[in-house]
């Protein structure tokens, strides 16, 4: 069986971001298949005008030494929008949030959640995934996954129908994540468990290109691209 067409789908996120992992640059994009992610795409939010990737207001030395509260990282609690019209087939919420974060700590967690991961126990799929939704695609054998969303903010109820572009969740730093992003992916089924990656690209979005935003359409973002919703 040959791979699945790349579907198109609406760029989830307003503002500004930044394609952090990318089916641009590596398939499976995340080092592996598990989890339905073989083309999935992390959007982190940073400060374009200051030197180097900073995730938060403040010292990056005081980052990397002490850490950072939440709240002051830009991603923190931006709205995430429904890429396309469907159903809400999964809608986990409740995961809490490290309140305090520090880079060396958190990529610790990820990696003790990455390595321990078992199918079969309790809240399995939170731990890794944190507050997340499945939505299914109107129409067509194509889900997405929306993961790591900000504790309570997930707006919508499993069988609720949504339009593309309802807002939906809040990013956040739930699950199995170094700092507040977006986990963003699709699937040929609903169980994450047991589906497949399905190739991505984005209707519309604008790319910061030799210092002017250019519009892309049914595109792939670029690794470390600045890219924003186009309306």
């Known amino acids: 069986m040959g791979e699945r067409a790349t579907v198109i789908v609406d760029f989830p996120l307003r503002g500004e971001w930044v394609a952090y992992h990318t089916p641009a640059e590596r ?38 030494i002490l850490g950072a509260p939440l709240e002051t990282f830009y991603a923190w609690g931006a709205p995430i929008h429904a890429p396309f019209s469907g159903t809400v087939v999964v ?12 880079p060396v ?16 126990r309790p809240n399995a799929l939170q731990t890794v995934l944190g507050n997340h939704l499945v939505l299914a695609m109107q129409g067509a054998d194509v ?22 572009g309802d807002h ?5 730093h739930s699950g199995n994540s170094t700092a507040p992003h977006l986990h963003f992916h699709l699937m040929d089924g609903p169980s994450v468990l047991k ?13 910061l290109r030799d210092g002017g935003w250019a519009l892309v359409v049914n595109g792939i973002p670029a690794k470390r691209e600045f890219i924003r919703h186009a309306a």
Not at 105 to 120: Q, S, Y
Not at 195 to 207: D, H, L, N, T
Request: include cysteine; aromatic fraction near 12%.
């Open 195 to 207: 589906a497949s990656g399905v190739p991505c690209a984005f209707r519309s979005y604008e790319a």
């Open 91 to 102: 809608a986990r919420d409740g995961w809490p949030e490290r309140e305090y974060l520090h």
């Open 143 to 164: 889900y997405a996954l929306v993961a790591h969303a900000r504790t309570g903010s997930i707006r919508v109820e499993e069988g609720e129908q949504v339009t593309g």
């Open 105 to 120: 700590r958190d990529l610790g967690v990820v990696l003790k959640n990455a390595l321990t991961f078992r199918e079969d």
């Open 27 to 64: 398939v499976p994009s995340h080092g592996t298949d598990q989890l339905g992610q073989r083309y999935a795409y992390d959007f982190v939010r940073i400060d374009g005008d200051r030197p180097g990737w900073m995730l938060c207001r403040g010292s990056i030395w005081r980052y990397v």
């Open 168 to 172: 939906i969740a809040d990013v956040g």
